[in-house]
């Protein structure tokens, strides 16, 4: 690793490997830094803050825009940490020459996906660089929010693993605004707040181990780090992720996973299987949940952390984090 | 339920493993040995390890990878000489998405795009057309590699441009053909091979009737084949019950989209602006007629007789992509896989593309 390349952005391997050789080497802290936000005692209370930056391209794309971006994923990972979301920042950097008209389809978008999930954008901050030093605009949040979620405990062999809808919508999305890949497709970004759907969903429940929301890296990159993390093995099976049609069919012609395709929208539970029915009949009373799935289970409580896919062959295969750069095969 | 349904379902699935197994355990006892089948396509590899029908089928049947996979057979000189390319002043150099993580002889063309260097990932080289009308002020190079299933592509880029008339736009072939590199895997002895499952894409391009030289030639049976994991098991089935009953027939078992004499027009798109060339292939050496290049009609659009690129010395590495390519090893046994060279930090091609051999077992096939 002697320069930074694009794959460290990808929240796969080279990712993981730059967050524990570069920044917890120097400020420490693993245990906060292996979660979607970090949680802290307060003066009595228990609050989970979180930090983000969005630097997609294209910045509107079907589904939503940068902004929706920024605040739906800054909700999400407080929201998957067990807290209500109380408030959150955001800081622009804006490119000389980007249309004013932009901004403020962007930042109206903000408003009112804060807006919806009840959270208040409280303070910001603006620079603006010279033309060809950023991207049109980069926008940097913070959020803050209160831990409600009880710990649901360790991780048991039987634990049931739920994902609360169709995986790689976000990435597929992407992929065809970006219009470099021949690619038609009017698959929707997932790009959605999960609060309060959360807490609802998880309300009264005491199994519910842990939630995560399998952003960039995908499904199989998230448990991937769940299994090492907690060191169990989860054993998913075929078939049973729910994907769309043409997000299968687009991966198809790629040559890409869909199981590590990013999600903006999509919730990630580990639960007690005795909770795991209950959680499941609640998400699909949701509209964002109504296509949630059990898709595997803990089949070892005890182990050096390894995810394994059940194939329709009837045989096991390991699943590894994502490794380097996600880019489309030639035929 | 539908067909797509059935070429995924797992009760199908599991019978079909089960017939294989079966048919396999009857030439065991008949041979003594396992059926040792090449999968020629890359695409066939990587669609047998994510499936799990590799794994599920080691102990009966012995599933090597063939030279199929464009990527892996790419010479190192080609990623060389398009990083030289993609340095000079105004140039734009577009390839496909596998080919940026490739190792030249010491960098990757992810290697140039982090330094700053101008270098585009299509999908199509007809979309590096529109790059090259769009700057007309830029050189728009395309990284022309591939087999049969590609070139035709390449040659609607040429014809696009040409109606163009545009200057800016040139190809760099480095292309390849299935037959030839058969036929030298197989006059060289080193493939010990009992038959092939043949590249389904690639002969929805050259046809059923491509393969019969195998058969007429060297006595072997084929079987062309689909992708999902029915058809996989399918393909293997009449395979192995072919090698099990001695005959020597290439069977089309992917007839919804292969014909006999396959993709006219496509064929005629190659023949109007290719003609063949002694191509490198990665870990094998020249072999003669082995690819395509632009006829001198064309020669405008040929970036090699364009830019005067200098190659760097090769740098020798303990990769055995070459021997992996000839069947001749799996990738376990190559000292540097999963060590020194892993999809993030690859030494050979094979661990790149999301169609080499490597790469499907370091993800879909490794146990630690």
């Given at each position: 690793m002697k320069r930074i390349s694009l794959a460290h952005g990808e929240g796969g391997e080279l990712t993981e490997r730059l967050i524990t050789e570069v920044f917890v080497k120097a400020f420490g802290n693993e245990a906060h830094a292996a979660y979607d936000a970090a949680v802290l005692e307060s003066a009595g209370s228990t609050l989970a803050i979180t930090t983000d930056s969005f630097v997609v391209k294209p910045l509107f794309f079907p589904g939503g825009n940068i902004g929706t971006l920024a605040v739906t994923g800054t909700i999400n990972d407080l929201a998957v940490s067990g807290a209500v979301p109380l408030a959150m920042t955001a800081g622009f950097i804006l490119e000389e020459g980007f249309p004013l008209s932009d901004l403020k389809a962007i930042v109206s978008a903000m408003a009112s996906e804060a807006e919806k999930a009840g959270v208040a954008i409280v303070a910001g901050d603006t620079k603006v660089v010279a033309k060809g030093e950023a991207d049109g605009v980069f926008i940097n949040t913070a959020g803050i929010g209160q831990v409600y979620g009880g710990n649901g405990g360790k991780i048991r062999e039987g634990d049931k693993v739920i994902v609360s809808g169709t995986v790689g919508d976000h990435g597929i999305a992407i992929l065809s605004a970006r219009n470099e890949l021949g690619l038609l497709s009017d698959v929707k970004s997932d790009c959605a707040s999960l609060h309060p759907m959360l807490s609802n969903i998880t309300y009264g429940l005491s199994g519910v181990r842990i939630m995560r929301d399998?952003?960039?890296?995908?499904l199989a990159t998230a448990l991937v780090e769940i299994c090492e993390h907690h060191r169990v093995t989860v054993e998913l099976e075929e078939g049973a992720v729910p994907l769309k049609r043409e997000v299968e069919g687009a991966c198809d012609i790629l040559g890409f996973?869909?199981?590590y395709l990013a999600n903006e929208g999509k919730a990630l539970f580990v639960a007690d299987e005795k909770d795991a029915e209950q959680i499941l009949e609640r998400l699909h009373r949701e509209e964002k949940g109504k296509?949630?799935?059990?898709?595997?289970?803990?089949?070892?409580?005890?182990?050096a952390g390894r995810l394994l896919m059940r194939t329709a062959a009837g045989s096991t295969r390991r699943l590894h984090r994502l490794s380097g750069l996600i880019l489309p095969r030639i035929c | 339920m539908d067909v797509m349904n059935f070429y995924t379902d797992p009760a199908v699935i599991r019978s079909s493993v089960e017939k294989v197994k079966n048919a396999a355990r009857d030439f065991r006892n008949q041979h003594q040995r396992v059926p040792v089948i090449m999968e020629v396509c890359g695409s066939h590899t990587m669609a047998f390890a994510r499936s799990g029908i590799k794994t599920a089928l080691k102990d009966d049947v012995n599933l090597i990878a063939g030279p199929g996979c464009p990527v892996c057979v790419t010479d190192q000189k080609a990623i060389d000489a398009m990083i030289g390319l993609a340095g000079k002043q105004d140039t734009i150099l577009c390839t496909f998405g596998d080919m940026m993580r490739v190792p030249g002889s010491r960098r990757s063309l992810v290697d140039a795009r982090t330094e700053g260097k101008d270098v585009r990932v299509v999908y199509s080289p007809v979309d590096s057309v529109t790059i090259a009308e769009r700057n007309p002020e830029k050189e728009v190079v395309f990284l022309g590699i591939g087999f049969e299933t590609t070139i035709p592509l390449l040659a609607m880029a040429v014809r696009k441009a040409e109606r163009l008339n545009l200057k800016n736009y040139s190809v760099w072939m480095t292309t390849k053909l299935v037959e030839p590199v058969l036929r030298t895997l197989l006059d060289s002895g080193e493939a010990e091979v009992d038959g092939f499952l043949l590249p389904g894409h690639v002969s929805v391009v050259s046809g059923e009737k491509s393969y019969r030289f195998l058969t007429a030639e060297y006595g072997l049976p084929g079987v062309i084949t689909g992708f999902e994991p029915v058809q996989l098991l399918s393909g293997t089935y009449k395979l192995v019950r072919m090698l099990r009953e001695g005959k020597h027939a290439v069977v089309n078992d992917y007839r919804s989209v292969v014909g006999q004499s396959g993709n006219q027009i496509a064929q005629s798109l190659m023949t109007t602006y290719f003609t063949f060339s002694d191509e490198e292939w990665r870990g094998m050496g020249a072999i003669p007629a082995s690819g395509l290049v632009l006829k001198e009609a064309y020669a405008a659009f040929d970036a090699k007789r364009r830019f005067n690129v200098t190659v760097p010395p090769q740098r020798k590495t303990a990769c055995r992509c070459g021997e992996i390519i000839k069947g001749r090893i799996a990738p376990e046994d190559c000292a540097l896989f999963g060590k020194g060279c892993t999809p993030v930090n690859p030494v050979g091609p094979c661990m790149v593309s999301t169609e080499g051999t490597c790469a499907a077992h370091y993800q879909y096939m490794r146990e630690e």
């Open positions: 399998p952003t960039r890296g995908g996973d869909p199981l296509d949630a799935r059990i898709i595997g289970r803990v089949t070892e409580a005890v182990s | -």
